[in-house]
Each structure stands twice: as structure tokens, then as C-alpha cells.
């Protein structure tokens, strides 16, 4: 009689462990099917993304290529207006290390690549500086940027090279149809200015320049 009993028990355990199993079959195949509409649903925003991709892919290498051209000309341009001795052409080349995108500037000398800092102190460096600032604030949108403000733009140019710095200034604001503002203790700058205010000690103000809209 026990032994009946003992069996009765271990087969109702077995039938409820049984029913366990079966509901919890029941749960990992429901979620089986959640997975796979996960996995459908990602792979079908995948062939939808992948054109896409393609097109920004191809959007970036346009503008960078772009940008790059547009950026050597000027730089060019500017370089060989104050280096009148020497013909400098800028060259970019963008690369991507571990994802990320590096733009590197190489200057060009008499057929030879030279490094940027050397041979003519800052100077170099200060004009790309200025030139690279007017590609990338001023030229997208010139009605956005009616100003610019600078300060000691040109500490390290060499005076002798301030005169033609000077006219490539003014061009550039005229063309590109903006006002410049900045501070300086380089009397060369005055050429290019149409006006120029001197800062006395104490916040005196003196006038030695001033530009015909001024005047009245």
C-alpha cells in the first residue's frame, strides 16, 4: 500500500513538473518568435539603411573633395601673395585611422615638400590660420557673418611680409562682403583698415583713422 502511494506522489510531481516544462516551452518559443520579428524587422532596416549609407558615402566624398580643392586654392593663393618669392602651392590629404578622419595640410615648396613650421617662422601658420578660418566661418554663408573679430591675428608675421598681408585682407572682406574687427600692435595694419582707434592706457579713446561713412 505505501509503495502505491509512493508511486501516486512521484507521478503527480512528474505530472506537474511535466506542466512546468510544457509552460515553459510554451514562454521560450513565444520568445523565439519575438526574436525572429526583432531579427526580420533589423535586417529589413538594414537593406533600407545600406542605400542610403551609400549615397552619404558618397555625399562625404564629394564635399570633402570639394573642400579640399577649395582650401589648397586659397591657401595657394594667400601664401603666394605674401611669399611673392617662393611659389607655394597647399595640398590636403584626408585619411581615416581606427575610424576617425584626419585632414592634413602639406606645403608645397619650389617642388618640395617642406614642413610648415620651418623656414618662415609663423608666418606660414598664422595665414593658413586666417585663410582656413574665412573657408570654414565666412564663405558657407556670408550674409550669416557680417563680422569677424580677431585679436593679434598676425603676432608672428614678418613685417615685411605685413604690407601684402594687408591687401589680401582687404580683398577678401570686399569680395566676400564682410567687416572686419580686430586688435593689433602692428602699425602696418593701418593701410588695410578704414578705421583704426588707438586704446590709451586707462580707456582714452584716439582716432587715427577714420572711414568716410564716419566722418558725418
Known sequence: MDEI?????????????LSEWRGQEAHI???ILTVQASLE?????VSALEPAQEILEHLEQTWAGQYEEKLGAIGSMGLNAVFPDSEYEVLLEHTTKRGTANLDIVLVKDGKRVRIK????????QLLAY????????????????????????????QAQRPALCTLM??????????????????????AADTALLIHRGGQVEKLKVSKGDRA
Do not use: C, K, N, W
Open 5 to 17: 502511494q509512493t508511486l501516486a506522489s512521484d507521478l503527480r510531481t512528474l505530472r506537474s513538473t
Open 41 to 45: 524587422q533589423a535586417q529589413t532596416r
Open 170 to 191: 582687404r580683398d577678401i572682406t570686399q569680395r566676400l562682403g564682410f567687416q572686419l574687427l580686430f586688435s593689433s600692435h602692428e602699425d602696418e595694419l593701418l593701410d
Open 131 to 158: 585663410l582656413l578660418r574665412h573657408l570654414t566661418t565666412v564663405s558657407p554663408h556670408p550674409p550669416l557673418r557680417l563680422i569677424e573679430v580677431l585679436d593679434e591675428p598676425f603676432s608672428m608675421v614678418a
Open 29 to 31: 518559443q513565444r520568445e
Open 118 to 125: 620651418g623656414g618662415s617662422g609663423g608666418s606660414i601658420v
